[in-house]
């Protein structure tokens, strides 16, 4: 898998404390910030699936079966 630099600005605070963090469990620092943001990413994808299904949930009785659909799509 490639790798490329990822360059953010945070204040100080976080980065000591992160750098820290990782320092004291033996952590490496790029290997922790890479699953923090992909732990984020997969979270934010959830919610709008979430919000996705709540709103369409009231269309769910408009719904026709799937053979019914791909019958339709043959014809």
Request: glycine share 4%; net charge positive.
């Amino acid at each position: 898998m490639s790798k490329t630099t990822f360059a953010v600005k945070v204040n100080d605070k976080t980065a000591n404390k992160v750098k820290n963090f990782c320092r004291e469990r033996g952590i490496k620092y790029g290997f922790f910030v890479e699953k923090a943001l992909e732990e984020r990413l997969e979270r934010e994808e959830l919610k709008e699936d979430l919000l996705d299904l709540k709103t369409l949930r009231s269309l769910e009785k408009e719904a026709i079966p799937i053979e019914g659909y791909l019958k339709k799509r043959r014809v």
